[in-house]
């Protein structure tokens, strides 16, 4: 909002040069954005907070500058003087929840012209543009006081006024020009015939004043602020009075804005007031009480508030009070302020003007219960992932960052593997929440090898959102991923293991499955429990999302994989060494190495490791065959096996491997 | 051209063995296998073969260069004492090298060193509801204050908390941390948080915040500050300093905007020390917004079943995308969600 230092000078005297005042606005709780220079004047801009309507007029901001300077600032109130009555129109309001109380006025005889210089001059620092002098007045007084009015050329009234909501369909054209179709959640205000205003919202070109209006009707009203905030927002605009009223405007000024309205309208435009009309009740605002102790003050702040600066504050900010007993305060918050309730609202308002800055800062010793759960130490989920990244920092993962939201399709079609979807997305290609890491990971990897980058590990630790018959979840995971060669597969397959120790995982296995997206696929499995899965993407996949290189994918149920986590033990290291002999061999396709490594398993004494130490392609090598060296590790941890003991252990597993068909010793 | 090939092996055996120096072995390289040698000009032939010819004569010819190149290799190998020196002025090679997030990197420097002062650190779900998002932390329906959290809905069946929802603070975390563990509560919980924001250099749909609160019998104001000053000066320098700006949240009372002095100008804006020029930082002000907090409205506490009377908290919130933007001069958002690896590579671990 933007408010003029002349206009407030109509309130209040200020001799405070700008920046100073600014500076003061600022760390009083209104945040001056800018300030400008205009003419005689000093524009300021500030930043409304919701909860303050009252800085929506130059009185409230006005009362606002007279506690900050600690001056005493009384507003008067209005005085309701006889007025004539106006018969020849009624009010009629259809439910008192919209609107609960309608003041018009009939001026008749004005001449519209451009106005006065001064009142021009204010509304437009105020931001507003200047139209002419009866709507300029119009404004003025919405901005002094915080109550939008109306003013309608009578002369195209037909009939009484109503307050009603719109019929389905009906249809309306503003004073923008725009037409708009309403319906039920419109509030408007419509004569015998016609809809002449959206209800605190905008008024209609059908009676908007002219250049050739000579007889006007002003409105002055409270309309609820849920209804015109439903209604503008239906009707798709905003405008300085639905922002007024949606943040509730004060009945306590109303009657004068309007009354200072009239007369202002007297005086420059000319005219007779011919008479008031209301409907409704002027909503009665129960004075509020609020007790207040300095000690309960003070130990809010952590402040002593010196007790007579506490009594010029409250009294600079409107409020009226009365000592009780030693330094227990009954407090009458001001009527325009609907935000002071509780004790609460009374210490931000005395700290605000005493200053923040004037809190000492201290350490609190944060008292928890010894037997707090708040975090139980077995599920510190937070602490086993942050430590598990660093882990794959280490390993030489880099960790990325990629959105949780996808496009609803964008892996497919298949819908059993939909994300959950987002009602008001901004975009289709941002519709739904992810189900897997895969697309972040192939969204990162594939902007970099678009990069001439190649060779890539990334990871990345966020959460997966599913939905199944048991309902959703949202369940924390990683993803690991790799960019590359075929091999690349073993190396991923090696990462994978390299957590699970990480994690003290001692009993896992990989089982081959058809995976998804995925050519080559395992699910990692802990105890019959399903902790995740690795593949290598499929070339429709990859070809989707043109990547240039194939991709090594895994991911791991994080919440599972802490739960099994163990607690890490030192095993013995064998003192005696361990001896190794090589077997090669030659695998046909339809035999898989896990059935190789589960008959040495169990027929070799003493084993402790086997590894591969080469892979062997070439004339030799039948088709469909692969060839490979595999070193076997025996070592006890009783004694140093000797040259003969191995050769027999080592025989046994080479007799039992020859029994294996579509294996070929070499 | 058979004749010319074994005059020409037997020439370079002869030679080969009568070479002792290195220097002589590479004279006779150049001699045998550079471009000018007797080898080079037959290949120089083989175009103008005909088909059949050309081919077999190409095998040929490379047959007799790789055993040339092989003996070569052998005889070099042989002259001991006389090995090559490295040039060690070629550029290094690539180290592979892990790294964490700089997100998530800050996010953790800052959750430790609220830990150290007795915070605990609790994660909460993203998927969140209305209730939990906006009721219980005083944001009522329809109301103007519910315009600053535009949100993400879900297409989920409704519950007795009201619609499902993108969280769009971490807020809701206090909340649920409140409703089921009783004070004293001393909490910070990092996480996703989300808004329809259409994505710029300042804005993305998706961001991290840091949401902080504690809850006793003595909580008040000056500790809020006390934690918060101190930090800022663990996390920025040690001598940065902290602005309390009274400001507006439904979910506290009183409620500041905390700004820190600009970390470059060291809070001098456009004055004296970078000589009258403004700094671009801070945009002459001399101080950073960084966060926002407040005590804890009572409404809050009692919607958590929580004695307004007997307990206080305060609470504090802060988005992680701007705070690193601050700390390491990132100019825009967009860079930590592309995970390009120029960027990523910027911050190891
Ligand atoms: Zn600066």
């Keep these: 909002m933007k408010f003029s ?20 606005l600022t760390m009083a709780g209104m945040e001056v954005e800018g300030f400008e220079k205009s003419g005689s004047d000093w524009i300021f801009n500030i930043e409304v907070t919701t909860n303050r309507h009252d800085w929506l007029s130059i009185a409230g901001i006005a009362q606002e500058i007279a506690a900050i300077l600690g001056k005493n600032l009384r507003i008067k109130s209005p005085q309701d003087k006889k007025q004539p009555l106006l018969l020849e129109r009624k009010v009629i309001i259809e439910s008192n929840q919209d609107c609960s109380y309608y003041l018009g006025r009939s001026i008749k005889g004005v001449n519209i012209g451009p106005g006065s210089q001064k009142i021009q001059s204010l509304v437009v620092n105020c931001g507003l543009a200047s139209i002419n002098n009866v709507v300029d007045i119009t404004n003025y007084c919405m901005l002094k006081w915080g109550n939008p009015l109306h003013a309608f050329d009578q002369d195209k009234l037909e009939g009484n006024i109503y307050v009603r909501r719109a019929k389905k369909n009906e249809f309306f054209i503003g004073i923008d020009g725009k ?67 949606e943040r509730r405007v004060s009945p306590e000024y109303l009657e004068f804005a309007s009354q200072e309205a009239t007369r202002l309208i007297k005086e420059i435009a000319g005219g007779v007031l011919k008479g008031v009309t209301k409907a409704g009740q002027k909503p009665k605002i129960s004075p509020k009480k609020i007790n207040i102790s300095l000690n309960g003050l003070e130990t809010y702040l952590g402040v002593k508030v010196p007790e007579e600066k506490f009594k010029t504050i409250i009294a600079s900010l409107g409020f009226k009070f009365q000592a009780k007993a030693k330094g227990q305060y009954l407090l009458f918050p001001p009527l325009q302020r609907f935000d002071l309730i509780r004790e609460v609202d009374v210490y931000e308002e005395v700290s605000r003007i005493y200053g923040y800055e004037k809190i000492p800062p201290q350490i609190p010793f944060l008292r928890k219960a010894m037997d707090s759960r708040v975090v139980d130490r077995g599920k510190d989920i937070y602490r086993f992932n942050s430590e598990l990244a660093d882990y794959l920092a280490r390993l030489g993962f880099k960790e990325i960052i990629s959105y949780s939201l996808q496009g609803r399709e964008e892996l497919g079609s298949n819908s059993t593997l939909l994300g959950i979807e987002i009602i008001n997305p901004l975009r289709k290609q941002e519709n739904s929440l992810r189900f897997s890491l895969l697309t972040g990971m192939i969204k990162s990897l594939g902007h970099n090898l678009n990069r001439s980058q190649s060779g890539l590990q990334f990871f990345e630790v966020a959460h997966i959102y599913l939905n199944d018959r048991k309902g959703f979840s949202e369940l924390p995971a990683l993803a690991l991923g790799r960019s590359g060669k075929e091999d690349e597969f073993f190396l991923l397959k090696g990462a994978v293991e390299k957590v699970l120790q990480y994690a003290s ?17 395992l699910t990692i499995l802990s105890k019959g429990k399903v902790l995740g899965f690795l593949g290598k993407l499929d070339q429709e996949t990859v070809k989707r999302f043109s990547l240039k290189e194939d991709l090594f994918f895994a991911q791991l149920n994080l919440e599972e994989l802490a739960k099994i986590s163990g607690e890490k033990r030192y095993k013995p290291i064998s003192p005696y060494p361990a001896v190794w002999r090589d077997i090669s061999i030659a695998l046909k396709k339809q035999v898989s190495f896990k059935e190789v490594e589960e008959v040495i398993k169990a ?64 | 051209m058979e004749q010319e ?34 080898l080079a000009e037959l290949f120089s032939q083989i175009p103008a073969l005909s088909g059949d010819q050309r081919s077999f004569w190409g095998r040929r010819l490379n047959q007799v260069k790789k055993d040339l190149a092989a003996a070569w290799e052998k005889a070099t190998g042989s002259t001991d004492g006389q090995q090559e020196s490295l040039d060690v002025t070629f550029p290094s090679s690539a180290v592979n090298s892990g790294s964490r997030h700089i997100i998530s990197s800050t996010s953790q420097k800052i959750c430790l060193i609220f830990q150290k002062l007795g915070f605990d650190i609790v994660e909460g779900n993203e998927i969140e509801d209305e209730q939990h998002n906006f009721e219980a932390l005083n944001i009522p329906l329809e109301h103007p204050s519910r315009d600053a959290f535009d949100t993400f809905y879900l297409n989920l069946a409704e519950k007795n908390n009201g619609k499902y929802l993108l969280r769009s ?11 089921k563990n009783k004070p004293p509560l001393a909490v910070i919980s990092p996480g996703r948080v989300y808004r329809p924001d259409v994505v710029d250099a300042t804005h993305s749909f998706m961001f991290h915040q840091i949401e902080g609160f504690a809850v006793d019998t003595e909580i008040n104001f000056s500790q809020l500050k006390g934690v918060l000053l101190c930090f800022a000066r663990e996390f920025f320098s040690q001598d940065v300093n902290l602005r309390f700006r009274p400001h507006f949240f439904p979910f506290t009372e009183p409620s500041a ?6 970390i470059i100008c060291k809070g001098q804006g456009s004055k004296t020390k970078t000589q009258g020029k403004r700094c671009s930082v801070c945009k002459g002000k001399g101080w950073l917004e960084i966060l926002g907090c407040g005590m804890i409205h009572p409404k809050v506490l009692e919607a958590c079943a929580i004695d307004s009377k007997k307990y206080r908290g305060f609470a504090f919130g802060m988005g992680v995308e701007r705070i690193a933007m601050l700390k390491y001069g990132i100019d825009d958002i967009r860079l930590f969600y592309e995970n390009d690896l120029r960027f990523l590579e910027q911050f190891s671990l």
């Design chain 1, 5 to 24: 230092l002349n206009f407030i000078q109509e309130f209040l005297k200020v001799n405070l040069p700008p920046e100073q005042l600014a500076k003061k």
């Design chain 2, 169 to 179: 603070h971490t807020s809701p975390s206090q909340i649920r941390v409140m409703q």
């Design chain 2, 5 to 38: 090939l074994k005059k020409l092996k037997e020439d370079f055996e002869r030679d080969l063995a009568e070479a002792k120096s290195g220097t002589e072995l590479e004279t006779l390289k150049v001699k045998y296998l550079g471009r000018n040698s007797r």
């Design chain 1, 505 to 521: 995982v001692q009993i896992f296995e990989f089982r081959e499955e058809k995976l998804p997206f995925f050519s080559d696929g």
């Design chain 2, 257 to 262: 905007e905390v700004d820190v002095s600009c």
């Design chain 1, 179 to 245: 037409e708009r179709v309403l319906d039920k959640e419109n509030l408007v205000i419509a004569d015998s015939k016609k809809i002449i205003a959206l209800a605190g919202v905008i008024g209609s070109k059908n009676t908007e004043v002219d250049d050739s209006t000579k007889n006007i009707f002003l409105e002055a009203a409270i309309f609820s602020p849920l209804t015109v905030r439903r209604s503008r927002r239906r009707a798709g605009v905003d405008t300085e009075s639905s922002y007024r009223f």
């Design chain 1, 603 to 666: 027929r070799c004494k003493h084993l402790v490791d086997l590894r591969i130490v080469g892979f062997y392609q070439g004339k030799n090598i039948p088709a469909q065959t692969t060839a490979f060296t595999l070193r076997i590790f025996y070592q006890s941890t009783d004694k140093t096996l000797t040259a003969q003991e191995v050769d027999i252990f080592h025989n046994d597993a080479r007799q039992a491997l020859s029994q294996i068909k579509g294996l070929e010793l070499r």
